[in-house]
Nanobody, 126 residues
Framework: QVELVEESEGGSVQAGGSLRLTCGFA????????MAWFRQVAGSEREGVAS????????TYGDSVKGRFTISQDNAKNDLYLQMNSLKPEDTGTYYC??????????????????WGQGTQVTVSS
């Protein structure tokens, strides 16, 4: 199985600013199919932000982040990234990286993802 460790501490930023999240993964990684980022606000359901094929470059984004966020990976380093630009207060939440061994990778439904990082807080102030 894979282990996910969110290495960046998230952080606080003003609206319009940028942050980059990093998630390291270890263990059984050569058969991973998909990697993703989700976010959650207390009292709300976890929301899919973006996904990427682990052995390809096909990406999927949630409607609320298209054009502002970019998911990428460095498989040589076993790192997953989320570059977040033009941040808005509604982007505030706890961000989680996730992984799965089967597709489809564009299925950003939390129940279909088996492995999760511990979460990191992102706060965007207006």
């Amino acid at each position: 199985q894979v282990e996910l460790v969110e290495e960046s501490e998230g952080g606080s930023v003003q609206a319009g600013g940028s942050l980059r999240l990093t998630c390291g993964f270890a263990g059984v990684t050569n058969t991973l199919a998909c990697m993703a980022w989700f976010r959650q606000v207390a009292g709300s359901e976890r929301e899919g932000v973006a996904s990427i094929e682990h052995r390809g470059e096909v990406t999927t984004y949630g409607d609320s982040v298209k054009g502002r966020f970019t998911i990428s990976q460095d498989n040589a380093k076993n790192d997953l990234y989320l570059q977040m630009n033009s941040l808005k207060p509604e982007d505030t939440g706890t961000y989680y990286c996730a992984a799965r061994y089967t597709g489809p990778c564009d299925a950003l439904r939390p129940a279909e993802w088996s492995y999760w990082g511990q979460g990191t807080q992102v706060t965007v102030s207006s």
